[in-house]
C-alpha cells in the first residue's frame, strides 16, 4: 500500500470555529509532513514530524496545531483561522525520519479548506 | 523561501513533442527530486538524483544534474495529454536544515 490518505476532502470554516485535517499513511514511513499550498504557488513546508517527534516548525502560527498520535497518523489542528489561511493543505510521509528529505515523499491528495 | 527557481513558469506543445524545464537553485544540496502534480491534486514523485550523479532516466524522463551551475532539468519525451500537469523541482539542502523545499514550478500543457 503506497497510499497517503487525507480527510476531508474539503472543509469550510468560519474564523471562530475549531476542526481538524487527518492523515494517515501504511508504508511504514517514520518521517511525515504538513505542506500549505496556495493557488499556483509551490508547496511550503510547516511542520515535519519525525518518529512520531515535531522536529521542525516552520514558524507556523499557533492557531495551527499538529499532533502525531502515532507513527501511521498526522492531524492538523485548526483554531480561529483566518481568510487568508485558506489554501490546500497537503500531508506527505517518507522513509527515514531522521533526515527525511533524503528519500522521495509520498503525498496526499489534499483538503481544501475555506475559511470564511 | 524557495530554494529553486523554474525555467520557463509555463510551457505549451503539442503531443508527442519533448517538454524540457530547468531549475536552478542557491546553495549546495544532498539530492534533487522533482515532482508532478496534476490540477488541485497531490504531487507525485518523479525521480530523486542525488548530487554525485550527473544524469538519470526512467521512463520517458531524463534529468540532468549540474552542481558546478546549481542547476537541474527535466526532460520528457514524446509528450502526451496526460503530462499535462505541474512539475517542481525540490531540493535538499543542507543549509536548509535537510528539508525539502520546492522551486516555483513549470505549468506544461500538452494539446491533443
Known amino acids: 500500500d503506497t497510499e497517503v490518505t487525507q480527510t476531508p476532502k474539503h472543509l469550510v470554516m468560519g474564523m471562530t470555529n475549531k476542526k481538524s485535517l487527518k492523515c494517515e499513511q501504511h508504508?511504514?514511513?517514520?518521517?511525515m509532513y504538513w505542506y500549505k499550498q496556495k493557488a499556483k504557488k509551490p508547496p511550503e513546508l510547516m511542520f515535519v514530524y519525525s518518529y512520531e517527534k515535531l522536529s521542525i516548525n516552520e514558524s507556523v502560527p499557533s492557531r495551527f496545531s499538529p499532533e502525531c498520535p502515532n507513527s501511521s497518523l498526522l492531524n492538523l489542528h485548526l483554531h480561529a483561522l483566518q481568510p487568508e489561511d485558506s489554501a490546500l493543505y497537503l500531508c506527505a510521509s517518507s522513509q527515514e525520519g531522521g533526515r527525511g528529505a533524503l528519500y522521495e515523499q509520498y503525498f496526499g491528495p489534499g483538503t481544501r479548506l475555506t475559511v470564511t | 523561501s524557495q530554494q529553486g527557481e523554474e525555467d520557463p513558469q509555463a510551457l505549451s506543445i503539442q503531443e508527442g513533442e519533448n517538454a524540457t524545464m530547468n531549475c536552478s537553485y542557491k546553495?549546495?544540496?544532498?539530492?534533487l527530486q522533482w515532482y508532478r502534480q496534476n490540477s488541485g491534486r497531490g504531487l507525485v514523485h518523479l525521480i530523486l538524483i542525488r548530487s554525485n550523479e550527473r544524469e538519470k532516466h526512467s521512463g520517458r524522463l531524463r534529468v540532468t544534474l549540474d552542481t558546478s551551475k546549481k542547476s537541474s532539468s527535466l526532460l520528457i519525451t514524446a509528450s502526451r495529454a496526460a503530462d499535462t500537469a505541474s512539475y517542481f523541482c525540490?531540493?535538499?539542502?543542507?543549509?536548509?536544515?535537510?528539508?525539502?523545499?520546492f522551486g516555483g514550478g513549470t505549468r506544461v500543457l500538452v494539446k491533443p
Open positions: 546553495t549546495s544540496i544532498n539530492n
Open positions: 525540490a531540493t535538499d539542502a543542507l543549509a536548509a536544515g535537510n528539508k525539502l523545499t
Open positions: 508504508m511504514g514511513h517514520r518521517a
